[in-house]
Structure formats: C-alpha cells, structure tokens
C-alpha cells in the first residue's frame, strides 16, 4: 500500500509544479502586455524633425551688369563695374595707381585680349566732389527768378560720369549757379536784356537834337 501511495504522491507534487509554472507565465504575460498596451497609449515624448529645402540657387542678373561692356578693355569699365583697393593719403592732383578686380558676372579683356579679373588703373589722386564740372552731371532747377548780380545758387545733386574715375562718393551735394529765369536760361535772359538795353539807348540816341 506504502509502495502504491509514492507513485500518487509524486504525480501531486509534479502537478503543482505544473500549476505554479503556468500560474507565474500567466501573471508574467499579463504585466507585460500591460505594459505595452501603456507605452502604446502613452508613448513618451516625441521628436520634431524639421526639413530645410535647399535654397535655389539665383540666377538674377545684377543691376549694374547693364552698364558693363562685355569683353571690352578692363581698365576702361565704368566704376560700377570694378572694386579697387583706393588709397585716400595720395598727394591731391598727382597721378595714382590703383590695383582693382571686375565684379561677379563682368567679364573683360586686357590689351591682348586674354580675359582679365585683376588689373590697374590709372587716374589723378582727387575726390569726386573735385573733379571739373565736365566730368559731372548734376540736376536743374527751373525755379530760380533772377539775373541779378551776384547771381543766386541753388543746391543740386550731381553724379559723376560713369567713366571717370574719383575718391570717394559718386554722388555729392553741390551749391550751383542759377541758370534759369523765367523758363529761359540765365545766359540767354542777360542776352535779351543785353539786346533790350542797348535798342533803348540807340533810340534815345537818335530822338536827341
């Protein structure tokens, strides 16, 4: 009977073995979908990603491209088309050097015709407010009255010429002579009043006895 009962007994304790093994699995698997079905609802803090096109790249002409004669003499562009490297000491008046490089989309050529980024120039060591009146323009004022003496000035914005060459700002301020009276120009008032004048006189000249 002894014999028949250790068979049973150990036929029990391998089923609660089994029990507690399936038992623990069950409780394991459940935590851990608990834990996933959290993580799923909540699933922490998110990234921002932010994409940055690549910029285009610009094929717009510059403005001052239109002033510059392509594949002319480097030394003779116009300013707007050349950076120098000026030098504001030289002695005023004397003849100066001056090293410079054609700007972005300029192209020139030297004396043989071989194409030219660096070059010199040279120009007399002046400012541009000093440079004689033919190497400017400036604006008109046709509101000025007068052909009295002193003449009357008035303020005018004068730009140089695009082929000369200066120190300093291109465009400066400048007091001018009033050259205008009455829609006519100065010079040509003083010669009607001129005209006027001397008519009177000779009449007054003969009408003596």
């Known amino acids: 009977m002894a014999g028949g009962e250790r068979p049973l007994q150990g036929l029990r304790a391998l089923c609660r073995v089994l029990l507690f093994l399936s038992q623990f699995c069950i409780l394991s698997g459940g935590e851990q979908s608990q834990a996933l079905a959290q993580s799923i609802k909540d699933p922490g803090p998110t990234r921002t990603f932010t994409v940055v096109p690549r910029a285009a790249e610009s094929t717009e002409i510059p403005p001052y491209v239109m002033k510059c004669p392509s594949n002319g003499l480097c030394s003779r562009l116009p300013a707007d088309c050349i950076d120098c490297t000026t030098n504001f000491s030289c002695i005023y008046g004397k003849p100066v050097t001056f090293d410079c490089a ?95 004048q001397v008519g009177v006189h000779v009449q007054l000249t003969v009408g003596l006895p």
């Open 102 to 196: 054609v700007k972005p989309s300029v192209t020139c050529v030297d004396q043989d015709f071989k194409s030219q980024k660096n070059f010199i120039i040279n120009m007399t060591c002046r400012f541009c407010w000093q440079l004689p009146e033919t190497d400017y323009e400036c604006t008109n004022s046709t509101s000025c009255m007068t052909v009295s003496c002193p003449r009357q000035r008035y303020p005018a914005n004068c730009t140089v010429r695009d082929h000369v060459h200066c120190l300093g700002n291109r465009t400066f301020p400048k007091m001018l002579y009033c050259n205008w009276t009455g829609g006519y120009k100065w010079s040509t008032a003083l010669a009607l009043s001129l005209q006027v």
